[in-house]
């Protein structure tokens, strides 16, 4: 049934999370994400759905909590926030190399260290590039919306077991924390038994019975060959991802002399920057990343060929504008123009930084 | 004659010649071998078959579960 | 008159459970973790649980169990396995799950995970193999490494003012109302393997019958990091460990812990 509430976005992702058919969530309090948790211990999914709710001692706890619970074929997830994802690193790099799906919110706050609870987006290297040890990619959405933080949850899921890959949803303090209306559309069923083994008997840990081999569940290989066999099976796909799963959304594209890049948060702050370059004259479009990683490399590699130059604000000291550059490729010029440590900025801010550049 | 006796049989190859089994024994059944596996590993035999009463000790403390043990009444008493 | 015993699957009393795969075991000759691979796969096969079981491998010497055994098998991050257990007996509590793991796994970097798991009195097994010191990295030592014993890290042998002191994990969790069963047994011998099976087939039952959490502690010997012979190495446990380590049953509680 349809339902329409006006929520944050930490609420979002646990009305998601129930609405969406998980069968667990698993995660440990810390700021600007502790609503997750705390809307699904007031929901009690686990007496409407099934769905399983696990207060951890700890983010390593959680997300290993999530590696148990994936290996056995089920929807699981946790969320945190930036301190907390970088304890995960080392489950997450597990989730890769044994190819388990699964989905982990990261609502950033600002760093390094204990940091700031204050909103960011300084994770974006951590989440598409460093985020632990070993060659391995996470699917990363980046949700602009309460609506979007409730739709990647979804998204997320189908993504994970498409590709059997841990998918990030990297938003940050300001969606997670702020109201806004959120269609609630989907209500979809926990698998059931038999679907579980449908989906996921030739891998998961479902208990190993007469019509197959035992199943198990490792990252572990010391024969290099053979390890060497894996890392390539994971590159491959990878790039089949590359090819499949961009997403990014455009506006004002068609006749634009400059692009502003941005996502998230920013893409929103972005957005109005935009329509005050267009009221001023000026031929300005934005592009919003939805998925960081696999990148709209591409279609800012188009760009390129036809613009005058792009502008990447971001609540970061200069992330994702590394991964514009490499798109263009020196062919016109990319500026940066970020704020940090919770501080963000306007879209008068942005729109000097086009007036400044863009001539 | 003892009515009841016991025999061991030893996966040789599987076998690393750890000895505790020997040490197991109640009946001073088992010693190492001399010769060597494919593995070079010394390796469980009987040494004194006749005393063997098919108690199982040896097998139950072996790590590599590389005896089995095997018990039967005198047919002839 | 002299007759031979017939080698025929009637006169058979004691062999490999086929639940142990033929994997020629990496363990070091003489090591406690054959035995005690053995003795679980025993128990499962016994309570008919071979289609219902996952087993959680840890990292250390036997981050490779699940090549032994013959069940679906989560090879965990290094301390993580009781995390890992949790979510897989809270998602599928129709199975019977454990974790295998040694002293560096469990007492040392997954202090954490494993006293909460045992708090919240989580339906599951925990096997803890304390041999005191780190065998898959050659020889270090480990919490329950004993005072004056002499591993890669302590040449000198342990001193309490650097290292500080040998810890009994088992009685710790022996403490925790979601414990229901805490027993520590070796299999160095035939009586004590016996034994050990019965505490880990009372585990097994427990974590079936949902009573809260069971741990069995096996004291076991590390002849290769303790530069012993497997003999000797047996002999040293019982003469050192045991009188620290003292045998037996530390909780048994026979009822469910009240909601």
Redesign the interface.
């Known amino acids: 049934m349809e339902e329409i509430k006006l929520i944050k976005g930490n609420e979002a992702v646990a009305e998601g999370a129930i609405r969406s058919g998980c ?2 969530y ?1 995660g440990y309090p810390i700021t600007p994400q502790s609503e997750v948790l705390e809307t699904l211990m007031e929901l009690r999914p686990w007496e409407s759905t099934g769905m ?1 709710v ?1 207060q ?3 983010e ?3 997300i ?6 994936a ?2 074929g ?1 929807r ?1 997830m946790t969320s945190s926030s930036s301190p907390g994802v970088s304890l995960m690193a ?2 997450l790099s ?1 989730l890769a190399g ?1 190819e388990l799906p699964c989905l982990v919110v990261n609502v950033q706050r600002g760093g390094p260290g204990l940091g700031t609870i204050q909103p960011s987006q300084a994770d974006y290297f951590q989440a598409v590039k460093g985020t632990a040890h070993g060659d391995f990619k996470m699917i990363v959405l980046a949700p602009n919306s309460v609506q979007e933080m409730y739709d990647h949850v979804f998204d997320g899921f189908d993504l994970a077991f498409k590709y059997r890959i841990p998918v990030m949803m990297l938003s940050d303090g300001i969606i997670g924390q702020m109201m806004e209306k959120v269609v609630m559309t989907r209500q979809r069923p926990r698998w059931t038994k038999e679907e579980v083994s449908q989906i996921s008997d030739s891998w ?6 007469a019509g197959r081999e ?7 290989e010391l024969d290099s060959q053979i390890m060497e066999k894996r890392n390539e099976h994971l590159q491959a796909k990878y790039r089949k991802i590359e090819a499949a799963e961009v997403r990014f959304e455009e506006s004002q594209m068609e006749d634009a002399e400059y692009v502003v890049v941005a996502f998230g948060s920013s893409a929103r702050i972005a957005s109005e920057a935009v329509s005050m370059a267009r009221a001023a004259g000026m031929k300005v479009g934005l592009l919003r990343p939805i998925t960081l990683w696999p990148f709209p490399t591409k279609r800012i590699e188009e760009l390129a060929g036809r613009v005058k130059g792009f502008l990447v604000p971001e609540l970061n000291a200069g992330q994702m504008v590394e991964d514009v550059r490499l798109a263009v490729n020196g062919k016109v010029p990319v500026w940066h123009y970020g704020r940090m440590g919770g501080m963000i900025y306007s879209p008068e801010d942005i729109f000097n930084e086009l007036k400044n550049n863009a001539r | ?1 003892a009515k009841i ?3 061991v ?1 030893v996966d040789v ?2 076998c ?5 089994c ?3 024994c109640p009946t001073d059944v088992l010693a190492l071998s001399k010769e060597v596996n494919g593995k070079g ?1 010394p390796f469980a035999m009987q040494a004194n078959p ?1 005393a ?1 009463t ?19 009444r ?3 008493a | ?8 699957p009637e ?7 086929p639940l ?1 795969t033929d994997n ?2 990496h ?9 005690i691979h ?1 003795l679980v796969a025993e128990v499962i096969e016994e309570m008919g649980l ?5 087993g ?1 491998s840890p990292v250390g010497c036997s ?1 490779f169990a ?1 090549n032994y ?9 290094h301390g ?1 396995a009781c ?6 007996k ?3 509590p129709e ?1 019977m799950v454990f974790t295998y793991q040694g002293d560096g796994d469990l007492s040392a970097i997954g202090t ?2 494993s006293i ?1 798991a045992c708090n919240r009195g989580e339906n599951i097994v925990v096997i803890y193999v304390n041999n005191a010191i780190y065998g898959m990295t050659g020889g270090q030592m480990a919490p329950t490494t004993l005072l004056g014993m002499k591993t890669a890290t302590s040449p000198a042998g342990r001193e309490a003012a650097i290292h500080g002191y040998p810890y009994k994990i088992a009685e710790i969790v022996s403490m925790l109302d979601g414990v229901c069963y805490v027993t520590r047994q070796s ?4 009586a004590a ?2 034994k050990a099976k019965k505490a880990l087939r009372q585990a097994f039952e427990n974590a079936m019958a949902g009573k809260g959490l069971s741990f069995v502690e096996m004291v076991s010997s590390c002849n290769s990091g303790w530069k012993q ?3 000797d190495a ?1 002999k040293w446990m019982e003469e050192n460990m045991f009188p620290f380590y003292k045998l037996g049953d530390i909780k048994v509680a026979t009822e469910p812990k009240e909601a």
């Open positions: 069968d667990g698993f399983v696990v951890a001692e700890s390593v706890s959680s290993n909590m999530v590696y148990g619970g290996a056995c089920k699981v080392e489950g597990y044994a998961a840990t479902l208990g190993k019975h035992k199943n198990v569940i490792t990252s572990l | 004659m006796k016991g025999t049989t190859e599987k690393k010649g750890c000895g505790v020997v040490v197991a590993y006749d063997c098919g108690c199982a000790n040896c097998a139950v403390v072996c790590p590599d579960s590389c005896l089995t043990v095997y018990r039967q005198d047919p002839n | 008159m002299s007759f031979q015993v017939e080698i025929t006169n058979k009393v004691y062999g490999k459970t142990l020629v075991m363990y070091c000759p003489g090591c406690s973790h054959g035995t053995k071979q289609d219902k079981t996952i959680v981050v699940y055994i013959h069940i679906d098998w989560i090879q965990a991050a993580r995390a890992v257990a949790t979510a897989a809270r998602l599928t199975k954490a995970e909460h299999v160095q011998s035939p393997a016996r012979s497997p003999v047996n």
